[in-house]
């Protein structure tokens, strides 16, 4: 079971126009695809509690991309240029990142998402690109993704799904990493410095890449990835679920035990 952020956005279906919770189809292809359940987690009222209540049950976790992290939560002044503030979204993946983290579940983290996880582990985020590095590289905008390469390090988690080396991406973002948040390696980057992909030093499974994988159907080897950690998190999570059911039904066990013998 792999939960995926959306947003609530208007959208319209036939004579309704209305809000509703948003995804492109892709996110849910590539899960599917990689032997997923794909569940869908738009924004909550109280994010706290229910993502708590979300991920109990959830084996693994998709931060997704979107607009842009409000820079408030990182302590900056707000670029002209940087999207209007969606502090519910904001709001709903902090809670479900940080649960995720707590309970090790597997997390995979996409464009903005990657963004959030350095967000939420301290790091800072450049809020326009074409400022800092004086590109337009990674967004040409109306809708079409660019082309980029990134180099994957050798000794991380990212080259072992996907291989070391230099791989072709597609992008579609104007804000990334500035300074990398604590825990966090950065193990893919672009030929201008740019941070392209971030991991957990921890024994945590994270892992974040700001392109857009989902885009690409003929490779879905990061979402086959968090599947599989998934089902090693399920596997875990039914054992622990046994042991805490025959811990719990012996004390009754005991009881009933005692009451035959009193009886007798």
């Known amino acids: 079971m792999i939960g995926l952020t959306t947003y609530l956005e208007q959208a319209r279906q036939g004579v309704w126009d209305v809000r509703a919770a948003f995804l492109p189809q892709r996110y849910l292809d590539a899960v599917t695809a990689s032997g997923g359940v794909a569940v869908l987690l738009p924004p909550q009222p109280a994010p706290d509690a229910a993502a708590a209540a979300a991920l109990e049950g959830l084996d693994g976790l998709i931060l997704t991309g979107g607009r842009d992290v409000e820079p408030e939560l990182y302590g900056a002044v707000r670029h002209p240029l940087t999207d209007a503030p969606r502090p519910d979204r904001d709001a709903w993946e902090l809670a479900l990142f940080r649960g995720a983290e707590e309970r090790r579940m597997p997390v995979l983290a996409i464009c903005r998402g990657l963004q959030l996880v350095n967000v939420a582990r301290g790091g800072t985020l450049h809020q326009h690109l074409p400022e800092a ?6 967004r040409v905008g109306g809708g079409v993704f660019a082309s980029n390469e990134v180099m994957v390090d050798d000794d991380s988690a990212l080259a072992r799904l996907i291989g070391p080396g230099t791989i072709g991406v597609h992008s579609y973002h104007h804000q990334g990493i500035d ?30 890449v700001q392109w857009h994988p989902e885009e690409n159907a003929d490779d879905r080897r990061l979402f086959a990835g968090l599947v599989a950690e998934a089902s090693v998190y399920a596997a875990s999570r039914a054992q622990r679920s046994s042991v805490v059911e025959r811990g719990s039904e012996a004390p009754e066990t005991k009881r009933l035990e005692a009451t035959r013998e009193a009886l007798s």
Do not use: C, N, P
């Not at 590095?133 to 990674?138: A, P």
């Not at 990398?180 to 994270?206: F, K, N």
């Open 133 to 138: 590095l004086g590109t337009e590289r990674y």
């Open 179 to 208: 300074r990398l948040g604590d825990g966090l390696v950065a193990t893919a980057r672009t030929d201008d410095g740019l941070v392209q992909a971030i991991e957990s030093d921890g024994d945590g499974y994270v892992v974040g």
